[in-house]
C-alpha cells in the first residue's frame, strides 16, 4: 500500500506541475519559488544540491513553529514556512506548513505540501497519513480518506480518540458509521494496545548505537535532518513541552540512537539545539521509558544548557556505564561583552568526572553509590 500511495504522490506531481526546471536542462543554481513549490522534481534538485544545515531555513523555520503553535497564527505562519522552503526545502517545513494550510481551509494546497514532505521522507509516516485522511475526509472525497486512514493505522497510527472523535473525519463516519467502526477493528486488528505501537513506532527510529560513544563537540556534526524529531512525538521528549514555546522561537531534537533494550524499558539517547538561544551545540539526553513510553528515568549527559555552565563530555561503554565528563571553557574574548559567536575557546579545564550505570529497572544511578549500596 505504501509503495502504492508514493507512486501515486509522485506520479500526480510530476504531471500536475509539468515540466519542472531540471527537465528543461537548468543547473543546479535553480531555486524555489511560489510557482514551482510544490514540483516534486524541482524540489528534490534543490534539496540534492542543498544538503547540510542552512542556519536561515532553520531560523525561519523555528519563527513560523512560534506563530504557528504560540501566537496561533497560520497565515502569516505559511508566509514563514514558504520562506523557510525557499532557503532550504526541508520535510518538516512542508509537513508544519501543510498543518498550518489545513488551518485556514486550504485543503488542497494542504495535500500537496504533505505530498513533498513524504517524498522528502518526513517522518512520522503515519501521522502525515492519518491528516490527508483527514483532509480528503474534509474534501468529501470519501474513498482516498479511507485508503489514507487505513494506511496511517497499518503504519501504526493508533490514536483511538482520535480516530472516534476527530472531527476532520466526521464526514466518513456519516456514510456509514458501522463500516467505519469496522474498517478501523480491521486496520488495527494487529495492535491490541496502541499506546505500545506508538511507543514502538517512535523508539524503533533509534538506531542501535556503536560503542564506545563519544558525545563531544564534534558529534554535533552528526545532528542532520534524518534525525530531527518531529513535534508530534512530545510526550516522548520532555522538553519540548518543558519549552512550550515560551521563548520567542523553540529549540530542535534530534535522535542519537538506542543504547539499551530489555523486556521491560529502552534507553534513548537525543539531543536539543537551541539555536535562536545563542547554543548551537546540543544538550544530550539519555532517558529511560517502560514499553508504553512512559517515561523512567532522564539525565543530562553532554553539553550546557546555559553557555556559563560547565559543558560536559559523555562517554558511553559496551558494559552501558556512562561516563561524564565536565570542562570550564575560557573564551579568548570576555562573552558578556562580544558574546560567543566568532569567540574561540582557548581553554577547556577539567573539573571532573562522574560515572552512572543504568539499573535493569531503567533509572541511573552513580557508580559510586552503587558500590556504597553493596
Same mark, same amino acid.
Given at each position: 500500500?505504501?509503495?502504492?500511495?508514493?507512486?501515486?504522490? $509522485?506520479? $500526480?506531481?510530476?504531471?500536475?506541475?509539468?515540466?519542472?526546471? /531540471?527537465?528543461?536542462?537548468? /543547473?543546479?543554481?535553480?531555486?524555489?519559488?511560489?510557482?514551482?513549490?510544490?514540483?516534486?522534481? %524541482?524540489?528534490?534538485?534543490?534539496?540534492?544540491?542543498?544538503?547540510?544545515?542552512?542556519?536561515?531555513? *532553520?531560523?525561519?523555520?523555528?519563527?513560523?513553529?512560534?506563530?504557528?503553535?504560540?501566537?496561533?497564527?497560520?497565515?502569516?505562519?505559511?508566509?514563514?514556512?514558504?520562506?523557510?522552503?525557499?532557503?532550504?526545502?526541508?520535510?518538516?517545513?512542508?509537513?508544519?506548513?501543510?498543518?498550518?494550510?489545513?488551518?485556514?481551509?486550504?485543503?488542497?494546497?494542504?495535500?500537496?505540501?504533505?505530498?513533498?514532505?513524504?517524498?522528502?521522507?518526513?517522518?512520522?509516516?503515519?501521522?502525515?497519513?492519518?491528516?490527508?485522511?483527514?483532509?480528503?475526509?474534509?474534501?468529501?472525497?470519501?474513498?482516498?480518506?479511507? $485508503?489514507?486512514?487505513?494506511?496511517?493505522?497499518?503504519?501504526?497510527?493508533?490514536?483511538?480518540?482520535?480516530?472516534?472523535?476527530?472531527?476532520?473525519?466526521?464526514?466518513?463516519?456519516?456514510?456509514?458509521?458501522?463500516?467505519?467502526? *469496522?474498517?478501523?477493528?480491521?486496520?488495527?486488528?494487529?495492535? $491490541?494496545?496502541?499506546?505500545?505501537?506508538?511507543? #514502538?513506532?517512535?523508539?524503533?527510529?533509534?538506531?542501535?548505537?556503536?560503542?564506545?560513544?563519544?558525545?563531544?563537540?564534534?558529534?554535533?556534526?552528526?545532528? %542532520?535532518?534524518?534525525?530531527?524529531?518531529?513535534?508530534?512525538?512530545?510526550?516522548?521528549?520532555?522538553?519540548?513541552?518543558?519549552?512550550?514555546?515560551?521563548?520567542?522561537?523553540? #529549540?530542535?531534537?534530534?535522535?542519537?540512537?538506542?543504547?539499551?533494550?530489555?523486556?521491560?524499558?529502552?534507553?534513548?539517547?537525543?539531543?536539543?539545539? *537551541?539555536?535562536?538561544?545563542?547554543?548551537?551545540?546540543?544538550?544530550?539526553?539519555?532517558?529511560?521509558?517502560?514499553?508504553?513510553?512512559?517515561?523512567?528515568?532522564?539525565?543530562?549527559?553532554?553539553?550546557?544548557?546555559?553557555?556559563?555552565?560547565?559543558?560536559?563530555?559523555?562517554?558511553?561503554?559496551?558494559?552501558?556505564?556512562?561516563?561524564?565528563?565536565?570542562?570550564?571553557?575560557?573564551?579568548?574574548?570576555?562573552?558578556?561583552?562580544?558574546?560567543?559567536?566568532?569567540?574561540?575557546?582557548?581553554?577547556?579545564?577539567?573539573?571532573?568526572? *562522574?560515572?552512572?550505570?543504568?539499573?535493569?529497572?531503567?533509572?541511573?544511578?552513580?557508580?559510586?553509590?552503587?558500590?556504597?549500596?553493596?
Amino acid at each position: 500500500m505504501r509503495q502504492l500511495l508514493l507512486f501515486v504522490t $509522485t506520479a $500526480t506531481l510530476f504531471a500536475c506541475n509539468g515540466p519542472s526546471e /531540471s527537465k528543461k536542462g537548468l /543547473s543546479s543554481d535553480v531555486t524555489l519559488t511560489d510557482r514551482n513549490l510544490y514540483s516534486a522534481d %524541482t524540489v528534490m534538485m534543490v534539496a540534492n544540491a542543498n544538503a547540510g544545515k542552512n542556519k536561515e531555513a *532553520d531560523k525561519l523555520f523555528l519563527q513560523a513553529i512560534d506563530v504557528y503553535r504560540n501566537k496561533k497564527d497560520p497565515s502569516q505562519a505559511v508566509a514563514l514556512f514558504k520562506k523557510s522552503i525557499q532557503a532550504q526545502p526541508q520535510a518538516k517545513a512542508y509537513y508544519e506548513m501543510g498543518n498550518a494550510l489545513g488551518d485556514i481551509g486550504e485543503l488542497k494546497e494542504g495535500l500537496q505540501s504533505y505530498d513533498i514532505a513524504d517524498i522528502l521522507d518526513y517522518k512520522p509516516l503515519n501521522k502525515l497519513l492519518y491528516n490527508k485522511a483527514c483532509y480528503y475526509s474534509r474534501l468529501g472525497d470519501q474513498e482516498k480518506a479511507k $485508503t489514507y486512514l487505513i494506511s496511517a493505522i497499518e503504519f501504526g497510527y493508533g490514536n483511538i480518540k482520535n480516530l472516534q472523535k476527530d472531527p476532520d473525519l466526521n464526514n466518513l463516519r456519516k456514510e456509514n458509521g458501522y463500516a467505519f467502526n *469496522d474498517m478501523i477493528l480491521t486496520a488495527m486488528s494487529g495492535a $491490541t494496545d496502541p499506546d505500545k505501537l506508538q511507543w #514502538a513506532v517512535f523508539s524503533h527510529e533509534f538506531a542501535q548505537v556503536k560503542f564506545p560513544l563519544l558525545l563531544d563537540m564534534k558529534y554535533a556534526s552528526n545532528m %542532520t535532518e534524518d534525525r530531527i524529531i518531529s513535534y508530534d512525538n512530545e510526550r516522548y521528549v520532555p522538553e519540548m513541552r518543558d519549552y512550550a514555546f515560551s521563548r520567542e522561537v523553540g #529549540a530542535e531534537y534530534y535522535r542519537v540512537g538506542l543504547v539499551k533494550a530489555n523486556d521491560s524499558n529502552r534507553t534513548l539517547i537525543y539531543g536539543v539545539v *537551541d539555536e535562536m538561544g545563542g547554543n548551537t551545540l546540543p544538550v544530550y539526553y539519555i532517558a529511560s521509558f517502560n514499553n508504553k513510553g512512559v517515561l523512567i528515568d532522564k539525565l543530562q549527559i553532554g553539553g550546557q544548557k546555559i553557555l556559563k555552565d560547565p559543558f560536559k563530555i559523555a562517554t558511553i561503554n559496551a558494559n552501558y556505564d556512562i561516563e561524564v565528563a565536565s570542562f570550564q571553557l575560557t573564551y579568548e574574548k570576555d562573552p558578556d561583552k562580544e558574546g560567543y559567536d566568532d569567540n574561540k575557546i582557548r581553554e577547556q579545564k577539567a573539573l571532573g568526572k *562522574d560515572t552512572y550505570a543504568i539499573k535493569e529497572d531503567g533509572h541511573f544511578v552513580k557508580k559510586d553509590m552503587v558500590l556504597g549500596m553493596r
